[in-house]
């Protein structure tokens, strides 16, 4: 039944974000956003504007409930529930042609902070890569290893996309895991469908494992679900004091240590992101041996080597008494 602009404001948040928005929703969009969208808005919209109509959800009530959630959720867990109520009221006022005033625009936040994922040195990944022999799914610890990819998308590859011969493999699918529901996609991006090479090392190893299980095709964790892989190999890197930060956060290693040494725009589209600006953000960190070389270089071509350099001629007297000398 197609509603008018007078019944829509009639509406409760609850009746559109579950009757109407999600539905919508749910024909155009991943399974998996989509449950993200529903378990934000049962865990943080719905408890509060529920059983309110749009028409009675003033700027300053989100904007303390934003505050509120800050506290309790984080900045991040409140970033996700405004955005999922801003959604559902401007999806409302399109869909029914609703003139009032936006109540979700110029909400503030508080700074969040810089995005710095735990990440495992060189030699700590090396450690774990060969502490991976004999696991049930070593071959998977080595993509994610060797790869740097998504592990939605690790979890896809099959065997049959490797090429023995060069070491590329095709990374064109996710699979992903919902409460009674595994379901293959398309990457995450545009950019995420690439072409991927495996380091001879891995290629290697891989190869000796694939022959080792027959030659099997298919999917190269079999019939099992992400969620089994990963406590498997959780389970074998504790039982055997392996280093360990997540599959998602192994990519984070690859990228941190590929960001180092290699331009950023190929790292960015070696790792199927849709833009550079997130290496930067979440990979790029100079090093001290970076920071050092820098300064080096600034100091030998602008102000001078050494404190004598700079100085030369100068009567270097002390600090005369003042309250800089009280500081203690």
Known sequence: MKLTATEAMELTIETIALDHYLPEKKKRRQPDTVYGYESSINLHVLPRWGEMTIKEISHDAVQDWVDELCKSAGIGGAQKAYKCLRQIIRWAMDKWSLFIPEVTRGIEFERKPAYKPPVLTQRRLKRLIRGLVGCEYEATGIIQCALGCRPSENYALRWE?????TGIVRINKSLHELPGELYESLTKTAKGDRDAYFPPWALDRL????IDLGRPKGRIIGDAKPSKVY??????????????????????????????????????AMMGHSNIQINYDRYYRLMISTIRRVQRKVARSILGKTCDDIYKGISLMPIPNSELSLVA
């Open 207 to 210: 190869h000796q494992i694939w």
């Open 231 to 268: 406590r498997t190999i959780k389970r074998w890197v504790k039982d055997n004091r392996l280093p360990w930060v997540g599959m998602k956060n192994l990519r984070h290693t690859w990228g941190t240590i590929a960001a180092r040494n290699n331009p950023i725009a190929e790292v960015s």
């Open 161 to 165: 996309q490797i090429n023995w011969r």
